[in-house]
């Protein structure tokens, strides 16, 4: 088993920027791929960027250009900077990693105030 543990969320104002840090822990042998999607209430949760193990970064358009993903294999831990932060990025993040099957932090709620 993995468990996900999220940090970083929490109010920021439009135009700001926020971090935010998602560590692996437990049985860990090789994290896939690993990263990041949001979800807003009455929606389907969507994918915000995402970074296979040594592969490229894939990003969704809405954050493309102002986010960047990063991860840090020694310490099993991913990372998401959002810069010039919208209205419409309120949501709650969750992380998630694959290995064998796919793991999910408990989310993280992401306020941009306007």
């Known amino acids: 088993q993995v468990q996900l543990v999220e940090s970083g969320g929490g109010l920021v104002q439009a135009g700001g920027s926020l971090r935010l840090s998602c560590a692996a822990s437990g049985t860990i042998f090789r994290l896939n791929t690993m990263g990041w999607y949001r979800q807003v209430p009455g929606k389907q949760r969507e994918l915000v960027a995402t970074m296979p193990s040594g592969g490229r970064a894939n990003y969704a358009d809405s954050v493309k250009g102002r986010s960047t993903i990063s991860r840090d294999n020694a310490k099993d831990t991913v990372y998401l900077q959002m810069n010039s932060m919208k209205p419409e990025d309120t949501a709650v993040y969750y992380c998630?990693?694959?290995?064998?099957?796919?793991?999910w932090g408990q989310g993280s709620q992401v306020t941009v105030s306007s």
């Open positions: 998630y990693a694959e290995q064998g099957r796919v793991y």
